[in-house]
């Protein structure tokens, strides 16, 4: 469950967090679960300042309400999957990245999950006419990238940037804060790029997770367990696509898997790892390895796109 110093604001104070630290309260669970008159009484803290972070909390923890008529519209927009511009890649995935659903590509350094973000980033914005938030941990972004595929399509370049929002970001702190501000301008309605949002890019997830696990580090795998949780909500709740992509490290027995263990393994509801062929430049081997609609596992080759090589 999430620490309480995410929830700081002027009700939750720096002061109050460490009155709470002393007495053992340091998540919202242990938060919520204790007796707040009892809590007040024991650390000399208003009872009604008590009550007023509990609401806070609560409402910060709530999911939107969606009524039928929203729903239907999502249905009625005809866009059930994102394609990645990779036929082979689609066909892989059954159409391609999937509305509602966290979708990670798994692999080691320079093997190509940037470039085939950056292919489906272009094909939802170019396509679908649909807007993309790309947020960017390890300054791999490249709008140049995008506009040669733009070029080679013959695509108004200026139109499909401005499809585009990207946050350059260095821990999982800011994480949080975009996926709020996207949470944010999704809800309001009256934003007009938030409201045409149908993909949220995280490349790549493990940059900002691995300097918050291990050592004295001893809130990080709470912060992974939240960041988690704030993705699938952004996919389920509000109808969008979440591809995220992460690193791979190597097992005892010499495979590739995906890093940051089995807790974040359970986050992605497909799940592929790409890897490289050293004989053949421009070839890549995508192993579908977790799927709710195919048999596992399962894997194609493909060519990375003509101009994001």
């Known amino acids: 469950m999430a620490l309480l110093k995410v929830f700081i604001s002027s009700l939750i104070t720096e002061k109050a967090l460490q009155v709470f630290e002393e007495k053992g309260i340091r998540t919202v669970t242990d938060f919520l679960g204790r007796d707040l008159e009892e809590v007040s009484q024991e650390n000399a803290l208003p009872f009604k300042d008590l009550v007023a972070m509990k609401r806070h909390i609560l409402v910060k923890l709530s999911s939107s309400i969606r009524n039928g008529r929203e729903l239907l519209q999502c249905v009625d927009s005809g866009i059930v999957y994102l394609s990645t511009g990779i036929k082979r890649l689609d066909d892989l995935l059954n159409?391609?990245?999937?509305?509602?659903?966290?979708?990670?590509?798994?692999?080691?350094?320079?093997?190509?999950?940037?470039?085939?973000?950056?292919?489906?980033l272009y094909y939802t914005t170019a396509v679908k006419q649909a807007n993309v938030i790309y947020i960017d941990t390890s300054c791999s972004f490249s709008s140049t990238r995008v506009l040669e595929l733009a070029g080679q399509k013959n695509q108004n370049e200026e139109e499909i940037l401005s499809r585009v929002k990207h946050c350059a970001c260095s821990d999982i702190f800011e994480i949080f804060q975009i996926i709020e501000e996207i949470r944010s301008g999704l809800d309001k309605k009256s934003d007009v790029f938030y409201s045409n949002?149908?993909?949220?890019?995280?490349?790549?997830?493990?940059?900002?997770?691995?300097?918050?696990?291990?050592?004295?580090?001893?809130?990080?795998?709470?912060?992974?367990?939240?960041?988690?949780?704030?993705?699938?909500?952004?996919?389920?709740?509000?109808?969008?696509?979440?591809?995220?992509?992460?690193?791979?490290?190597?097992?005892?027995?010499?495979?590739?898997?995906?890093?940051?263990?089995?807790?974040?393994?359970?986050?992605?509801?497909?799940?592929?790892?790409?890897?490289?062929?050293?004989?053949?430049?421009?070839?890549?081997?995508a192993t579908l390895v977790k799927s709710s609609r195919s048999s596992v596992p399962n894997n194609i080759k493909f060519y990375l796109p003509q101009g994001i090589t």
Do not use: F
Request: charged share 15%; aromatic share 4%.
């Open 95 to 120: 159409g391609g990245i999937y509305i509602g659903e966290v979708t990670e590509i798994c692999g080691g350094i320079a093997v190509g999950k940037t470039q085939i973000c950056l292919s489906c």
């Open 197 to 285: 949002i149908k993909l949220v890019i995280v490349d790549c997830i493990a940059s900002v997770i691995y300097p918050i696990l291990g050592g004295n580090q001893i809130d990080g795998h709470s912060q992974m367990v939240q960041i988690s949780q704030k993705l699938k909500i952004l996919a389920v709740d509000y109808s969008v696509a979440v591809l995220v992509t992460n690193n791979v490290v190597s097992s005892d027995d010499g495979k590739w898997l995906p890093s940051l263990g089995r807790t974040w393994s359970h986050v992605p509801h497909t799940r592929i790892i790409l890897s490289s062929d050293n004989h053949q430049p421009g070839q890549r081997k």
